[in-house]
């Protein structure tokens, strides 16, 4: 896949490989993320193997744009703070916002210590209101459909907190997407949110050209009048740069942005297609740490030192979640009905 | 007396006055109309939406989960079909978050026959809202009761649905079915709440002092006491049963009892165990077309624990199971229970000993 795309911040990301360069500390702490966040899956994929889950989903090949992500959030409870409406690959944003990665394996292993969803939901499907990460759930793009409502409560308090929606390439299929687009930007009530795509080219089978007319998705924002880009989500800095722009103008104009990035799928769609490596797509964290090494901000040895002690870690880690208790089947009672309005802050 | 869409209107202006009501919004609920029943007329809140229900019921979500407290509204509930994934969510987001996220939003809209509204303006969506788990439902039959379950409804942390039984929108209140604070003269409040023709750009309301009025969520209400058989209904279908009852006393001095769930869920089982014990004989009555009927759940929780005080099998009697109701009076009367199909049910089952 070629690495450059078209994109409206020519000065700051000239696209691809030209893009500015990262201060150290953080090109480290990004590349800190990204390599936990793979071992993460790695190890969600061995557990599900192994049986010690029912079904994997998640993000290798997204690390580059979902760490930055997560280091740009925001990050808080209410509505000061930035909304999350992700999906189902989002793992890395999830560590890069804070996320102990063991909670994941307790989501896989659906335990009563799954601080997700007690043992109710799929792998990568987190919902962490303490960080307004609204619950992530299955059906394809309905978080563009309420994505608007926080934006809407966030234009409403004045706030200075922006909305943040992601999704897939395929899914921009339903309707959900077209809703997006529509409510954010009716005239004179646009909503300060930044719309995501990203784009890996297959919705499970289906490849881009199967579904798509358009030659870019972010082209669809322009007939709303808004801002987009198309960025190159496997290589960090246009990630990252991409993003902090779409972030920046969203927050200080209050306005929509439609950002598509450029994205591989490193182990296929989930466990349902076999969850195995693919070879001939770019590896995201293999070029950063490429970078890296040219750069000498870190050696390869160190590297793999460091991928070395986080599987070591995780792998003792699902050893111990493996212990933790299954939810009992009573709990299927709990939390059907609020007795209090949480998300007022009642209770 | 108000009729029910000026008390709907009513609760939603103390809803947005000191309930905390945000946002009340759906296509055509701002002004210049209010709604296309004027439910929402004169409301500070109020919004049009795009034209998408799916929109609506995400925006929805979306503001609750952001802490607000939106009443958003399905214009017809011939048209939440295309959201029944969104409804899910909406009923399944406290639960799968496991107590992490609640959604406090209210979901109005004008469901079942009676307008001669044809095949896309007459549906049912009772049975359907049933089948969501996580919302709460309620459905009024009378002015008072839709103040009060809508009040109830926007101070409820979670989703409920707000079924307006459009025949019943602009029907007279009777006696008993006041709202606490409303001016007596139809009239007067008329004056007061009812945005005037032609231009309105200039037009305010002037609000009753209106008093609080809760009705729990939950509870059903007697609105006939009977011992011959009872009628577990709701809606549009109070009236009726409560027409063909009286007919039935004068006529045939079987004296029936008419239990108006009010909500559907929860319901109210305490009452309707109480009401069948009295009377050993039940009809379930409902214009939502019979399979898979709402009804259908109480006559099997009736029959699994109440077997032994029955004196007669229980009965639906629900709408047909045909794709629509035709626009003919002929054919809507044949599509939904009517006053003289519904005594004949229970003429049928008073006559029944075991
Ligand atoms: C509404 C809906 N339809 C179908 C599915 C099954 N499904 C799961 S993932 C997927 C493909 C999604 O592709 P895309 O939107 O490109 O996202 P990606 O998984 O590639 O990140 C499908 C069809 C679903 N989850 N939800």
Same mark, same amino acid.
């Given at each position: 896949?070629?690495?450059?795309?078209?994109?409206?911040?020519?000065?700051?990301?000239?696209?691809?490989?030209?893009?500015?360069?990262?201060?150290?500390?953080?090109?480290?702490?990004?590349?800190?993320?990204?390599?936990?966040?793979?071992?993460?899956?790695?190890?969600?994929?061995?557990?599900?193997?192994?049986?010690?889950?029912?079904?994997?989903?998640?993000?290798?090949?997204?690390?580059?744009?979902?760490?930055?992500?997560?280091?740009?959030?925001?990050?808080?409870?209410?509505?000061?703070?930035?909304?999350?409406?992700?999906?189902?690959?989002?793992?890395?944003?999830?560590?890069?916002?804070?996320?102990?990665?063991?909670?994941?394996?307790?989501?896989?292993?659906?335990?009563?210590?799954?601080?997700? $969803? *007690?043992?109710?939901?799929?792998?990568?499907?987190?919902?962490?209101?303490?960080? !307004?990460?609204?619950? @992530? &759930?299955? =059906?394809?793009?309905?978080?563009?459909?309420?994505?608007?409502?926080?934006?809407?409560?966030?234009?409403?308090?004045?706030?200075?907190?922006?909305?943040?929606?992601?999704?897939?390439?395929?899914?921009?299929?339903?309707?959900?997407?077209?809703?997006?687009?529509?409510?954010? $930007? *009716?005239?004179?009530?646009?909503?300060?949110?930044?719309?995501?795509?990203?784009? !890996?080219?297959?919705? @499970? &089978?289906? =490849?881009?050209?199967?579904?798509?007319?358009?030659?870019?998705?972010?082209?669809?924002?322009?007939?709303?009048?808004?801002?987009?880009?198309?960025?190159?989500?496997?290589?960090?800095?246009?990630?990252?740069?991409?993003?902090?722009?779409?972030?920046?103008?969203?927050?200080?104009? *209050?306005?929509?942005?439609?950002?598509?990035?450029?994205?591989?799928?490193?182990?296929?769609?989930?466990?349902? &297609?076999?969850?195995?490596?693919?070879?001939?797509?770019?590896?995201?964290?293999?070029?950063?740490?490429?970078?890296?090494?040219?750069?000498?901000?870190?050696?390869?040895?160190?590297?793999?030192?460091?991928?070395?002690?986080?599987?070591?870690?995780?792998?003792?880690?699902?050893?111990?979640? *493996?212990?933790?208790?299954?939810?009992?089947?009573?709990?299927?009672?709990?939390?059907?009905?609020?007795?209090?309005?949480?998300?007022?802050?009642?209770? | 007396?108000?009729?029910?869409?000026?008390?709907?209107?009513?609760?939603?202006?103390?809803?947005?006055?000191?309930?905390?009501?945000?946002?009340?919004?759906?296509?055509?609920?701002?002004?210049?109309?209010?709604?296309?029943?004027?439910?929402?007329?004169?409301?500070?809140?109020?919004?049009?939406?795009?034209?998408?229900?799916?929109?609506?019921?995400?925006?929805?979500?979306?503001?609750?989960?952001?802490?607000?407290?939106?009443?958003?509204?399905?214009?017809?509930?011939?048209?939440?079909?295309?959201?029944?994934?969104?409804?899910?969510?909406?009923?399944?987001?406290?639960?799968?978050?496991?107590?992490?996220?609640?959604?406090?939003?209210?979901?109005?809209?004008?469901?079942?026959?009676?307008?001669?509204?044809?095949?896309?303006?007459?549906?049912?969506?009772?049975?359907?809202?049933?089948?969501?788990?996580?919302?709460?439902?309620?459905?009024?039959?009378?002015?008072?009761?839709?103040?009060?379950?809508?009040?109830?409804?926007?101070?409820?942390?979670?989703?409920?649905?707000?079924?307006?039984?459009?025949?019943?929108?602009?029907?007279?209140?009777?006696?008993?079915?006041?709202?606490?604070?409303?001016?007596?003269?139809?009239?007067?409040?008329?004056?007061?709440?009812?945005?005037?023709?032609?231009?309105?750009?200039?037009?305010?309301?002037?609000?009753?002092?209106?008093?609080?009025?809760?009705?729990?969520?939950?509870?059903?209400?007697?609105?006939?006491?009977?011992?011959?058989?009872?009628?577990?209904?709701?809606?549009?279908?109070?009236?009726?049963?409560?027409?063909?009852?009286?007919?039935?006393?004068?006529?045939?001095?079987?004296?029936?009892?008419?239990?108006?769930?009010?909500?559907?869920?929860?319901?109210?089982?305490?009452?309707?165990?109480?009401?069948?014990?009295?009377?050993?004989?039940?009809?379930?009555?409902?214009?939502?077309?019979?399979?898979?009927?709402?009804?259908?759940?109480?006559?099997?929780?009736?029959?699994?624990?109440?077997?032994?005080?029955?004196?007669?099998?229980?009965?639906?009697?629900?709408?047909?199971?045909?794709?629509?109701?035709?626009?003919?009076?002929?054919?809507?009367?044949?599509?939904?229970?009517?006053?003289?199909?519904?005594?004949?049910?229970?003429?049928?089952?008073?006559?029944?000993?075991?």
């Amino acid at each position: 896949m070629s690495t450059s795309f078209e994109t409206s911040s020519s000065s700051a990301t000239p696209g691809g490989s030209g893009a500015k360069e990262l201060a150290p500390d953080l090109a480290l702490k990004i590349h800190d993320l990204m390599l936990k966040a793979r071992v993460l899956e790695d190890r969600l994929i061995t557990m599900y193997r192994q049986g010690d889950g029912y079904f994997w989903i998640g993000g290798p090949g997204e690390e580059a744009f979902n760490v930055p992500l997560g280091l740009l959030v925001d990050k808080g409870q209410g509505i000061q703070h930035d909304y999350l409406h992700l999906h189902y690959r989002s793992s890395a944003t999830l560590l890069a916002l804070g996320a102990d990665p063991v909670d994941s394996l307790r989501q896989m292993k659906n335990t009563a210590t799954d601080p997700y $969803s *007690r043992g109710r939901n799929f792998a990568g499907h987190y919902s962490a209101r303490k960080w !307004n990460v609204a619950p @992530i &759930s299955s =059906p394809i793009e309905v978080q563009y459909s309420i994505a608007p409502g926080t934006a809407l409560a966030q234009r409403a308090a004045g706030s200075k907190g922006i909305t943040i929606v992601q999704g897939g390439d395929a899914g921009t299929a339903e309707g959900d997407f077209a809703t997006c687009l529509v409510w954010s $930007s *009716r005239k004179g009530t646009e909503l300060p949110i930044l719309i995501i795509v990203t784009n !890996n080219k297959y919705g @499970i &089978s289906t =490849p881009y050209e199967g579904q798509h007319g358009e030659v870019r998705i972010s082209d669809r924002g322009k007939a709303f009048g808004m801002q987009t880009a198309t960025i190159d989500g496997n290589d960090v800095e246009s990630a990252y740069w991409g993003l902090k722009k779409a972030i920046d103008y969203v927050r200080t104009e *209050r306005k929509p942005y439609l950002l598509e990035a450029m994205v591989s799928r490193l182990n296929g769609h989930s466990s349902a &297609s076999g969850a195995n490596f693919v070879k001939d797509e770019l590896d995201c964290l293999a070029s950063w740490e490429k970078k890296l090494e040219e750069r000498k901000l870190k050696t390869r040895a160190e590297m793999d030192e460091m991928r070395a002690k986080y599987t070591q870690e995780l792998l003792e880690a699902s050893k111990r979640v *493996r212990e933790e208790p299954q939810p009992a089947g009573e709990s299927i009672w709990d939390h059907v009905f609020a007795a209090k309005n949480h998300v007022a802050g009642e209770g | 007396m108000a009729t029910m869409v000026q008390a709907i209107r009513m609760a939603l202006h103390v809803g947005e006055s000191r309930l905390g009501v945000t946002d009340i919004f759906g296509e055509d609920v701002g002004p210049p109309l209010g709604g296309v029943f004027t439910a929402t007329q004169g409301l500070k809140t109020a919004w049009n939406s795009p034209l998408d229900e799916r929109g609506i019921v995400g925006m929805a979500i979306g503001l609750a989960l952001a802490g607000r407290k939106p009443v958003a509204e399905i214009q017809f509930c011939d048209y939440a079909f295309n959201t029944v994934d969104l409804l899910k969510i909406a009923g399944n987001t406290y639960w799968s978050s496991a107590g992490d996220w609640n959604v406090p939003m209210v979901l109005m809209t004008p469901v079942g026959a009676g307008i001669r509204g044809s095949i896309y303006h007459s549906h049912s969506f009772d049975a359907q809202a049933t089948r969501i788990p996580g919302w709460k439902i309620v459905m009024p039959s009378n002015p008072r009761d839709a103040y009060g379950l809508l009040l109830s409804a926007i101070v409820d942390p979670n989703p409920v649905f707000f079924l307006k039984p459009k025949a019943l929108l602009r029907a007279k209140a009777r006696p008993g079915e006041e709202i606490p604070g409303e001016p007596g003269d139809d009239k007067a409040l008329s004056k007061m709440i009812d945005a005037p023709l032609g231009d309105r750009s200039k037009w305010q309301p002037e609000w009753p002092k209106l008093d609080d009025l809760f009705i729990p969520i939950g509870e059903a209400r007697t609105a006939r006491a009977g011992q011959h058989v009872t009628v577990l209904t709701y809606g549009r279908n109070v009236p009726m049963a409560l027409a063909a009852a009286d007919e039935l006393a004068r006529e045939e001095s079987v004296e029936v009892e008419v239990i108006d769930l009010r909500s559907l869920h929860p319901y109210d089982w305490t009452a309707i165990k109480a009401s069948v014990k009295k009377t050993h004989r039940v009809l379930c009555l409902n214009e939502d077309t019979e399979i898979t009927n709402f009804g259908e759940h109480l006559v099997r929780r009736i029959v699994e624990e109440l077997f032994y005080e029955l004196w007669a099998p229980p009965a639906l009697l629900a709408g047909a199971h045909v794709p629509g109701i035709g626009l003919a009076d002929n054919l809507e009367h044949a599509s939904v229970p009517t006053k003289d199909k519904v005594k004949q049910a229970l003429k049928d089952l008073a006559k029944q000993v075991p």
